[in-house]
């Protein structure tokens, strides 16, 4: 039996910020959440806060712009010296509690963000997946946003999933379980349902720490971004019976990375979700990828040398190095890893929902024909590398 | 393709504490509690802390005794009024910070105890799974314990799957995913492993909250207990190589209850995972029990009028009023649910491990015949029911 991926549906909550004004923000919240903790602490002066975030803060560069939902619209376009940082709905809560908005605060922020883009992402006329496969690294709450959609439109017998805390390469376990789950319907342990969906809500904005002006948060603050996008896994005879484009699943693996345990850290904090990471994590990445890579591939019968140049790479950018270090391991030439690097350019680091990102965009792409393989390759703490190998059909 | 579960392997870190005991220790972790935050609530006043706990904790007529990972046996065997909580590993971090321990540190001891647990779950010889389904609506953390445990043993192309925060339902989207992974690796999609592990860590006993006396929290306090059990799924015919005992996986389903949103919450605070529970689950669940399960078993060949009584049941003991009541709606006899009351009452609700406990001591029973058949039942928030048909091979 095979699995197509299909019907991919991006939902921006907010509209892009220019990094360079996210810089700024991001610079006077840290300055109100400072005054508001009184002075005396090195991070309450100005010029440190600013002297940081000038040095640290991701490039625009590498990023161009990003979504951010805890910050509506209508504020973000504003100069970012008319903001009232005390009445903006997330920011607003910071002066509240030392360190910010609590956890619990925090939660029921990705909640109400999260209830939004599952809306969006079903029309009041949709259909009733078989499954739907929630996966989120930034958010959990029982009953879960997805409890909530069935609740709300009366699919009661759709199996609820929860594909949670792993990371940036949250996709490929998801794709893992729907094709686990359309496989073993086909074999009778469950009513076949031809259609199991994927519902992504990464709310990385809720995790900010600007009272931090550690070298590492504020490339954390400044490099994730918000993303929401879902997809259907179809059985194949159900995929031909609906026709559209898709991503035929040809193959999957993953592997840990040797001795790299410590070199990724993400867990739940008094405040926040927070985040570690090493300097090494791209080496750590890349030394392994040529090997992992090429076995995969000749698993879905392919050859790493000789059908290199054919295949679409799909590099987790999950920050500007790697995908120049992974791309190097598997000898890439510039062009074949832009699709990474315009991603990351065009819109952050989105979590688990930036490969499927990309994933939509080479299916709207009508210069990608019938038949071209796509290898995708995410990472995240493990360290664990994902890959798919698939196929445009 | 058939899916057996087998080889369950229960693991237990600490002896079990009679209920009459976990009570007194309780009152007095709560005095202890009252008094280093120093005096003035209405709590501090040990009478009030003993009152509330003598009305509501569960009695010992429903649950005799529980393991609870964070009291160390030599504390256990003490009189109660000897125990000096300053010196307790958990119990000494409390006072520290007001509400005790926060989430980080709680989840630090999650971790401790997990890993100990999944140590024991694999002594060194232990061959590697093809993948590892870490199962826990107790703990997140990444890497995570089972992350740990791959990379210590240098199993480093065993999967590694989290299968986290669904409630006490949680063994059986565990089994749905080792049982999709099984059948998608027969199609080709990734490399036929024949063997996928299942591994529980449930530490409810870190989320305790000893200066609460809502009745609620009273009940859910001594109410938990933590459980840890391992087992496999295997192909049938990888199963058949192995030989031994199993339960062969016929059929699954599971439900959304409607309106019942609100009925069951489990969520991240700053100082612990809380729960809430209104006084209509049972009875909520219970409405749709008899349809839900009787479609199953029409789906799997059985019918419930006919077969009702050659069937072994499994019914999540969640609590002392849910077994009966859906025992009731079932129209089960006393012995049918019986088995279902004993795990309860020999200890306690072991969140996601509670079922496949009750699976393993019913493999270990040399009067369970083969061929026989086993329906389980668990229930979770959302409210979500799961159920599965087995049969013993």
Redesign the interface.
């Known amino acids: 039996?095979?699995?197509v991926l299909s019907d991919f549906r991006p939902v921006y909550l907010t509209e892009p910020v220019k990094q360079g004004k996210l810089r700024e923000i991001s610079i006077r919240f840290a300055e109100f959440v400072a005054a508001s903790n009184g002075a005396g602490g090195p991070n309450a002066a100005s010029g440190t806060i600013r002297a940081a975030w000038e040095k640290y803060c991701v490039s625009p560069r590498h990023i161009e712009s990003r979504r951010i939902s805890v910050l509506p619209d209508a504020e973000a376009a504003k100069d970012p010296a008319d903001l009232d940082f005390a009445t903006i709905p997330f920011t607003g809560m910071f002066p509240a509690k030392a360190g910010g908005a609590?956890?619990?605060d925090r939660?029921a922020t990705f909640r109400t963000h999260a209830r939004a883009a599952l809306e969006r992402m079903y029309p009041e006329s949709s259909d009733a997946p078989g499954e739907l496969i929630h996966v989120s690294t930034t958010g959990?709450?029982?009953?879960?946003p997805a409890?909530?959609l069935?609740?709300e439109r009366?699919?009661?017998?759709?199996?609820?999933?929860?594909?949670?805390?792993?990371?940036c390469y949250g996709a490929f376990?998801a794709v893992?379980?729907a094709?686990?789950?359309l496989?073993?319907a086909?074999?009778?342990?469950?009513?076949a349902g031809g259609r199991v969906d994927i519902a992504h809500t990464e709310i990385c904005s809720i995790h900010v720490a600007p009272d931090c002006l550690d070298p590492e948060h504020i490339i954390c603050d400044s490099l994730f971004a918000d993303g929401f996008i879902r997809y259907s896994a179809y059985a194949d005879d159900a995929f031909r019976e609906h026709g559209g484009r898709g991503l035929e699943?040809?193959?999957?693996?993953?592997?840990?990375?040797?001795?790299?345990?410590?070199a990724?850290?993400?867990?739940?904090?008094?405040?926040r979700f927070e985040m570690t990471l090493s300097i090494d994590v791209p080496r750590l990445i890349a030394a392994h990828s040529e090997e992992f890579i090429g076995t995969l591939l000749k698993?879905a019968g392919l050859d790493l040398e000789a059908d290199r140049g054919d295949i679409i790479w799909v590099i987790h950018p999950g920050g500007p190095a790697i995908v120049d270090l992974v791309g190097r391991c598997l000898r890439l030439s510039k062009d074949q890893i832009s699709l990474s690097k315009d991603t990351l350019r065009e819109g952050g680091n989105k979590s688990s929902a930036t490969v499927p990102h990309i994933w939509e965009r080479i299916l709207r792409d009508p210069d990608v024909r019938q038949g071209t393989r796509v290898v995708s390759l995410a990472f995240?703490?493990?360290l664990?590398a994902a890959a798919m190998v698939a196929r445009v059909v």
């Open positions: 039996m095979g699995v609590d956890i619990d939660l959990y709450r029982l009953p879960s409890h909530e069935v609740s009366n699919w009661f017998r759709t199996t609820v999933s929860h594909c949670y805390h792993q990371g376990p893992r379980m094709a686990g789950s496989a073993a086909r074999s009778g342990l469950a009513r699943v040809i193959r999957y693996a993953d592997m840990t990375i040797p001795h790299s345990l410590d990724m850290t993400w867990r739940p904090i008094v405040n698993d995240g703490p493990g664990t």
